[in-house]
């Protein structure tokens, strides 16, 4: 388990992360979702072990992360630029990943670079960007640690490369059970493979839960009511996060279990009513405008 124990960290005058405190358990993909410059790849860093806290602490496995080589053996960290020689090519990467991880399978490595495409002795620096991303995720995946970091690691790969990417992710957790830890602006790239999200904004976490619960338990209402006095029942009844009224039609983002809310509905019986999916961006824009925050600021 990765601990993050109210840490804080500040650049000069500005504050990157202020008292951010998350559990990140072992064998799931946990997504860390917020806008640029909410401090996500600070707490990466932080999390790698690459920068020190100014207060609090990173406890992998019960150990800080910082200066323990012991505790930063468990990570691999894929930046947002990953870190390439000059003039190297991936098999100079294979070499200096194989000599910090003891771990390093390179048969491993040769298979992926084969099915990517990647051709081992070309220079680095003539890949595109979505090669880049390539190269670093089969590092990161061949290093076999417990842990991978990975900040902004789909930006850049194309639809079908970012299937396979996750599809690797998944063998990975089957198999040896690899945890990923996934940084990102972008919350439907996480929708379809993480199990717990935290959201970060203005350096601190607004709140960090399991997806499965929070679908479960919030649902969009669309309805047509007679008047004010269903709308007040509805209201009193109802867990209600968010409401939209045009004429008699509603709609509704309310909290609770789905059979309270049919009990409800029924009982108020309106002249319509249908419960409809949610996608993660409206399940987040509601909690967040719930506690009070701009939504179309924090998410786009």
């Not at 496995?61 to 990953?82: I, M, N, R, T």
């Not at 063998?171 to 439907?188: D, F, K, Q, W």
């Not at 350096?203 to 269903?230: A, P, W």
């Not at 004429?247 to 029924?266: F, K, P, W, Y």
């Amino acid at each position: 388990m990765i601990e993050i124990r109210s840490v804080s960290k500040s650049f000069g005058e500005i504050r990157a992360l202020d008292r951010v405190s998350a559990d990140i358990g072992e064998g799931h993909v946990f997504g860390l979702v917020g806008t640029n410059g909410a401090g996500k790849s600070t707490l990466m860093r932080l999390i790698a072990g690459v920068l020190r806290a100014d207060e609090g602490e990173v406890l992998v496995d019960g150990q800080p992360v910082y200066d323990h080589p012991g505790a930063k053996g468990k990570l691999f960290y894929l930046s947002d630029e990953q870190f390439f020689f000059k003039n190297g090519t991936p098999k100079d990467m294979l070499r200096l990943y194989s000599a910090y991880y003891p771990g390093f399978d390179g048969a491993k490595w040769r298979e992926l670079t084969g099915k990517f495409g990647l051709d081992p002795g070309r220079k680095v620096n003539t890949f595109s960007k979505g090669m880049k991303k390539q190269l670093s995720v089969i590092c990161g995946i061949c290093a076999g640690t417990r842990y991978l970091l990975c900040d902004e690691t789909f930006d850049g790969l194309d639809p079908v490369m970012r299937q396979a990417v996750k599809a690797l992710f998944v063998r990975e957790m089957e198999e040896r059970g690899l945890t990923p830890v996934i940084a990102s602006h972008n919350l439907r790239e996480l929708e379809d493979i993480c199990e717990c999200v935290g959201l970060l904004h203005k350096g601190g976490i607004l709140f960090e839960k399991d997806l499965d619960e929070m679908k479960m338990n919030i649902h969009k209402l669309q309805c047509i009511v007679s008047g004010e006095e269903m709308l007040e029942q509805m209201r009193k009844g109802l867990e209600v996060l968010t409401m939209e009224r045009r004429g008699s039609l509603c709609a509704l983002t309310v909290r609770g279990r789905r059979e309270d809310i049919e009990s409800c509905m029924a009982r108020i019986s309106p002249l319509f009513y249908e419960m409809l999916p949610l996608s993660l961006e409206e399940i987040f824009i509601s909690e967040t405008e719930v506690k009070g925050y701009d939504v179309k600021a924090l998410i786009h």
